[in-house]
C-alpha cells in the first residue's frame, strides 16, 4: 500500500501540492486527471521521491519517509523508496547506450548487485512478458516509440517493484503505437500490479483505472471509481474537464 | 643519394629517439593527467559547493587567458625563486597537465550538460546513486559527445609540447636545433622536424576516426528535451 499524507511542495513561492493526501491500495490502479499544470506529474514523481516534498509524509509499504522543512533526508530512505517503486516517462529515456535488454539488466546490476547470469534471466522474462524479447539486442535508437516505452516498462518492473508508476505513458506516441503500450499496461492491471498514472489519455484511464483522482491547483477536487468520475461526476468542475476531454478524443 | 636526403636519413634516429623519449611520453602523461584534472574540474564546476566553483574558475580563466610558453616559464624560470627547484621535464609536465586540464574541463562540462535531465531521472529512479548514475548513464553518453573535441585538443597538445625545447626540454624539436647548430640546414631539418610531427598527429586522427565510430555505434541521442 501506499500512503500520501499532507504533501506539501512549493517551487519558489509557487505552490504545486497543497496538502495532498491519498492512499492507495494493493493491486489498484489509480488514473491522476486534470489539466495541466494541475500537479499530476509532480504528484506522481513525489511518490518515488524524484521530487521532494517540503512538508509530509511517503510510505511504500514499509518503509516511510517524513519531511519537514529545513531537514535534509537520509539518502538511505531515499534509495530504499526507490527500490520499491518503478517509473515509466513520458518520453521512455531508455538509456541510448545501452541495448534493450541491458536497459532492462542495468539497475539489477548495478542497484541490486545482481549476478549477470540472474540479471538476464529476470530481463529475459520481462522482455517476454512485454512482447519484445526478438528485440533484446537493438540499439533504443532503431526501436519505434512502443517498443521503446514497452522496454522501458520492462525495466520499471525489473526489480519488482511494490508500485508501478507511469507520468503520461502514452502521451508521446501516435494513437496506433499507444494501443500497443496500453495493452501491455492493461495486461499487468489485470495480473493484480499496482500502478499510479498520470495520463491525459481517457483510453488508457477508462480502460485500465478503478480508481481516479482528478487534481487541479495543487488540490485533489475528487477521488472515485473510475465509473463514477468519467460517468457521473459530483463536482461542477470534474464534469466540464472529463467532458472537454472526452470530446477531444472523439473527434 | 642526393644531399639533403642523406641528411636527413642521417639524422632521423636521433629525431625519432628524442620523440620516444621526450615528446611522446610528455603527451600521453600530460593528457592523460590533464584529462582526470578536466573531468574533476567540470564536475565542480557543475555540481561543487560555491567555494569550489571559483575556484574551479578562478584555474580556467587564469591559465586559458595566459600564454602557454608564459605558464612553462613561470613554472621553471621563474618557481626557483620561491624556493622550487623542478628539472625541465617534471616542468614541462605541470604546465602541460595544467593546460589540457583547463581546456578539457570546459569540453566535459558542455559534455555533460548536453545529456538530457531526463536520464538523471531515470538513473535515480531505478535507485542508483549519484556517482552510480553519473559513471554508468551519464559519463558514457557525454564521452561520445566530448570524443571530438578531446581529439582536436590532444593533437594540438603533441605540437605544443615543441615548446617545451624553450624550457631546455631536449624533445623532437629541440634535437632538430640541434643538429641545425652544427650542419647549418635549417630548412632541411626542420622540415624533418615537421613531417615527424605530422606523421604522428596523422596517426592519433585515425585513433580519433575509431574511436568515434566506438562510442557512435548505438545510433544517437534519443532526444533532447530537458
Redesign the interface.
Known amino acids: 500500500m501506499i500512503e500520501l499524507s499532507h504533501i506539501e511542495k512549493r517551487f519558489g513561492e509557487a505552490l504545486i501540492l497543497d496538502d495532498i493526501s491519498l492512499t492507495f491500495a494493493e493491486g489498484s490502479v489509480t488514473a491522476l486527471v486534470g489539466p495541466s499544470g494541475g500537479g499530476k506529474s509532480t504528484l506522481l514523481r513525489t511518490i518515488?521521491l524524484?521530487e521532494l516534498p517540503n512538508s509530509g509524509t511517503v510510505r511504500v509499504a514499509d518503509d516511510t519517509v517524513e519531511f519537514s522543512p529545513g531537514r535534509k533526508t537520509p539518502?538511505p530512505a531515499i534509495?530504499k523508496i526507490?527500490?520499491e517503486?518503478?517509473?515509466v516517462?513520458q518520453?521512455?529515456?531508455?538509456?541510448?547506450?545501452?541495448t534493450a535488454i541491458e536497459n532492462v539488466m542495468?539497475?539489477l546490476l548495478?542497484?541490486?548487485k545482481w549476478s549477470r547470469e540472474k540479471a538476464r534471466a529476470r530481463a529475459t522474462e520481462l522482455l517476454t512478458k512485454v512482447g519484445m524479447l526478438h528485440k533484446a539486442d537493438a540499439?533504443?535508437?532503431?526501436l519505434s516509440g512502443g517498443q521503446?516505452q514497452r522496454v522501458a516498462i520492462a525495466?520499471?518492473l525489473?526489480?519488482s517493484p511494490k508500485v508501478l508508476l507511469c507520468d503520461e505513458p502514452t502521451s508521446a506516441l501516435d494513437p496506433e503505437l499507444s494501443a500497443e503500450v496500453v495493452e501491455v499496461l492493461g495486461q499487468l492491471a489485470t495480473e493484480g500490479t499496482t500502478m499510479v498514472m498520470a495520463t491525459h489519455d481517457l483510453r488508457l484511464a477508462s480502460r485500465i483505472a478503478n480508481n481516479v483522482v482528478f487534481l487541479e491547483a495543487g488540490r485533489v477536487i475528487e477521488t472515485g471509481t473510475a465509473e463514477r468520475i468519467f460517468g457521473a461526476p459530483e463536482q461542477d468542475r470534474t464534469r466540464r474537464f472529463v467532458s472537454s476531454i472526452s470530446a477531444a478524443q472523439t473527434l | 643519394m642526393p644531399h639533403w636526403l642523406q641528411l636527413m636519413y642521417d639524422s632521423l634516429p636521433t629525431l625519432l629517439w628524442a620523440g620516444i623519449r621526450f615528446t611522446i611520453p610528455l603527451t600521453l602523461l600530460s593528457f592523460a593527467l590533464g584529462l582526470a584534472l578536466g573531468l574533476g574540474t567540470a564536475v565542480a564546476r557543475l555540481f561543487g559547493a560555491r567555494p569550489l566553483v571559483l575556484v574551479a574558475r578562478f584555474y580556467v580563466w587564469v591559465i586559458r587567458g595566459t600564454p602557454l610558453l608564459v605558464q612553462l616559464f613561470v613554472i621553471f624560470y621563474g618557481l626557483p625563486s620561491l624556493g622550487i627547484l623542478l628539472d625541465a621535464f617534471p616542468a614541462a609536465l605541470i604546465g602541460f597537465t595544467l593546460n589540457v586540464g583547463a581546456y578539457t574541463s570546459e569540453i566535459i562540462r558542455a559534455a555533460i550538460s548536453s545529456v538530457p535531465k531526463g536520464q538523471w531521472e531515470a538513473a535515480y529512479s531505478t535507485g542508483m546513486t549519484w556517482r552510480q548514475a553519473m559513471l554508468r548513464t551519464i559519463l558514457p553518453q557525454a564521452g561520445r559527445v566530448a570524443v571530438p573535441s578531446l581529439a582536436n585538443t590532444f593533437i594540438s597538445l603533441v605540437k605544443d609540447t615543441s615548446l617545451a625545447a624553450a624550457i631546455t626540454v631536449p624533445e623532437l624539436f629541440q634535437s632538430a636545433q640541434r643538429i641545425v647548430a652544427t650542419t647549418y640546414e635549417p630548412l632541411i631539418l626542420y622540415i624533418e622536424a615537421a613531417l615527424i610531427y605530422l606523421a604522428i598527429s596523422s596517426v592519433l586522427s585515425s585513433l580519433q576516426a575509431r574511436l568515434e565510430v566506438r562510442f557512435g555505434r548505438y545510433g544517437g541521442m534519443l532526444e533532447a528535451n530537458p
Not at chain 1, 91 to 98: C, D, E, I, K, V
Not at chain 1, 139 to 142: E, G, K, S, V
Request: hydrophobic share 40%; with cysteine.
Open positions: 518515488n524524484l539518502w534509495q526507490r527500490c517503486t518503478g517509473m516517462f518520453n521512455f529515456q531508455l538509456f541510448p547506450h545501452r542495468e539497475g548495478v542497484v541490486q540499439w533504443p535508437a532503431n521503446q525495466r520499471a525489473a526489480p
